[in-house]
């Protein structure tokens, strides 16, 4: 996660001005005007009209060229590895998708999911199912949960293999994939929080290493572009499902967060949060608090995530349009509420919902609904 950027006061007048902000005094009695989505603000607000020097540094012209584009590449993954180390074969599953924050439960999806992971291990053969966690909270807690989750999928491959030999271990923090540190701590820890399936191979004396990972090629959709801007105030937000969590790192510090349905439009899906901070998050004079504020200073990796098929949408990386908002340094204030936005690729299959993970130690939003625009 990058560090937030502060745009200046040029930059913040001509955003302003892109998004409808400044409006005459009589914009919102006729109808058929522009409906801005926060308080209009006048030149006084800002401190006086901007130079016309910082005005043309904060705005630019963009032709139809140089519309904004995505790179989709790269952002569906399976989140099932089978690596082949001589005749050992290790099935490696993220538990971020097969389980919520601190559970040992299993939904039905996934449980077939692993069900049919295990069809080209040797009839009768030995199994083991160990079970991993990162190096957040307490030893005591980190391998009781460990063992919960292995035994958890060791229930789902007898279910689909009786006759396998099964042997269930959990270690806890004690065996970590990869150091937990430095800019992508959270990827990182993501990585540690795994259960291994191992077991002898088919093909006996077998001595190279073999990775073996999932292709999930983006899909693609047709965009039809609107027949003109639309404006979705932040107040009339239609939400489906909130919690109140604490903020990572934080004294005790809560916010409320909310998703809206995900939308999809083109090659994309749209992913639509509400936070409001119900606590001052840190020691800070200003009354601001942003997104960045609100999601640890860091934490925040969203992730849409079908249980289904084992896969993972990460957020879509775009290009095209040189001046905009940062949405994790979108700000509010206590009790106040503001929306956060990133896009994801269009969904492989024709789904009615997905799991949102919005920060590692937050609960998942389990069934938000997929409306296909």
């Known amino acids: 996660m990058r560090a937030p950027r502060h745009l200046g006061a040029g930059a913040a007048l001509a955003a302003l001005l892109a998004g409808g902000g400044l409006v005459p005094a009589d914009a919102t009695d006729d109808p058929s005007g522009p409906v801005p989505g926060f308080d209009a603000l006048t030149l006084d607000d800002l401190g006086g009209a901007p130079s016309a020097e910082a005005l043309e540094s904060a705005t630019s012209t963009y032709e139809t060229d140089n519309a904004r584009t995505y790179a989709l590449e790269g952002s569906v993954e399976s989140v099932q590895t089978i690596e082949e180390e001589g005749e050992e074969v290790v099935v490696t599953l993220s538990s971020d998708v097969l389980f919520d924050v601190g559970s040992a439960d299993l939904s039905d999806a996934a449980a077939e999911r692993i069900g049919g992971l295990v069809d080209r291990v040797p009839q009768d053969g030995p199994l083991t199912v160990e079970g991993y966690t990162d190096s957040v909270g307490s030893d005591e807690d980190n391998l009781d949960l ?220 389990e069934d938000v609904p997929v409306e296909w625009d």
Do not use: C, K
């Not at 042997?167 to 990827?187: F, K, N, Q």
């Not at 084992?310 to 106040?336: F, I, M």
């Open 146 to 365: 460990s063992r919960r989750r292995a035994q958890s999928v060791a229930d789902a491959v007898a279910a689909a293999r009786p006759d396998l030999d099964l042997t269930v271990e959990g270690y806890g923090e004690t065996r970590l994939a990869v150091p937990e540190s430095g800019d992508d701590v959270a990827e990182d820890r993501a990585q540690n929080r795994r259960v291994e399936l191992r077991y002898t191979g088919p093909v006996p004396g077998r001595s190279e290493t073999r990775v073996e990972t999932e292709d999930i090629t983006p899909a693609q959709g047709e965009y039809v572009p609107a027949d003109a801007p639309s404006v979705h105030p932040v107040g009339e937000a239609e939400t489906v499902d909130e919690m109140v969590v604490p903020v990572p790192g934080s004294d005790g510090a809560q916010v409320r967060v909310a998703v809206e349905p995900l939308v999809v439009r083109g090659s994309l899906t749209r992913l639509r949060l509400t936070l409001t901070p119900l606590d001052a998050v840190d020691d800070d004079e200003t009354d601001d608090v942003s997104v960045w504020d609100m999601t640890g200073s860091g934490e925040l990796h969203p992730t849409l995530v079908d249980t289904r098929t084992l896969a993972q949408y990460q957020p879509v990386r775009s290009s095209g349009v040189e001046l905009e908002s940062d949405p994790v340094r979108a700000t509010t204030s206590v009790d106040g509420t503001v929306r956060y936005e990133v896009a994801f690729a269009r969904p492989v299959d024709d789904l009615s919902s997905l799991d949102v993970a919005v920060v590692a130690s937050w609960p998942t939003f």
